[in-house]
Structures are given as C-alpha cells and as structure tokens.
C-alpha cells in the first residue's frame, strides 16, 4: 500500500514533460482507471478508459521520461507530449516507415513509434536524453 502511495505522490509532483493531466484528454474520455506499478529506479502509471489505455513511466526524481498506449485508436499526441508537441507537430510528416504498418518519428528530443492494425493500435513516445 506505501509503494502505491508513494507512486500517485510521485505522480502528482511529476515534471510537465508529458503532462499527467493531459493523459484524461489524451484518451478523450471523462473517466478512467488508474493502476500504479512500482519498479527499482521508476513507477508506472496505468490509465484506461473504455477500449484505450496510456501508461507514463515516471524516474525516482518525478520527471516523466516516457509514455505508452494501446487500444482501438491511437491518442491525441498533442495533448500527451507537453512540452514536445510543437516539436513533433511542426516535423510529423518527416517520420519514417520502419517495417509494415509501423511508422517512427524521431529527433534530438523526442522519439514518437507506431504501430498497429484496426482495433489493436499502439506506440510509445519516449525523451532520449531522460532514459
């Protein structure tokens, strides 16, 4: 129960980097379900609302170094990646096919990977310089 605790604590206090309170307008929904997970050096947030989940890594010091989704629709990304959306707006159309379907934007501060087919999309957004 203290591991818990200390996580949401850690989660309210977190650096702005990937916004915790965007994760609610990421999904686009009113409601969600949040879990937390507790590893050796970061926590793990898990929110799901309805067919889409969003999860936000979280280092020891509070910074918000990653963020990760499944689900039936990829998130509104403009919401979720703070401080790096003007970033990945302006240079989106650069992103590059990797194999299949999966598409990878990637700069000096931001790396942005998706993938998926119809109802089971998903990617990750990661700040390289915090990992």
């Not at 009113?30 to 309805?50: C, L, M, P, Q």
């Not at 990829?74 to 302006?90: C, D, I, M, S, T």
């Not at 598409?103 to 998926?116: D, K, L, M, P, T």
Request: glycine content about 6%; hydrophobic content about 45%; proline content about 3%.
């Amino acid at each position: 129960m203290l591991k818990c605790t200390i996580v949401i604590i850690l989660a309210h206090f977190a650096n702005q980097l990937f916004p915790q309170d965007n994760v609610t307008a990421g999904i686009g929904a009113k409601s969600t379900a949040a879990f937390a997970v507790t590893a050796k050096n970061y926590a793990s947030i898990e929110k799901i609302t309805g067919t889409l989940t969003i999860r936000q890594f979280i280092a020891a010091d509070g910074t918000i170094f990653a963020i990760a989704w499944q689900g039936s629709a990829h998130p509104n990304l403009e919401n979720l990646l703070g401080q790096y959306a003007p970033e990945y707006r302006k240079n989106r159309a650069q992103a590059s096919a990797t194999q299949g379907r999966a598409r990878r934007y990637r700069s000096q501060n931001i790396v942005v990977e998706f993938s998926g087919h119809m109802r089971d999309l998903r990617g990750r957004a990661y700040a390289p310089r915090l990992i």
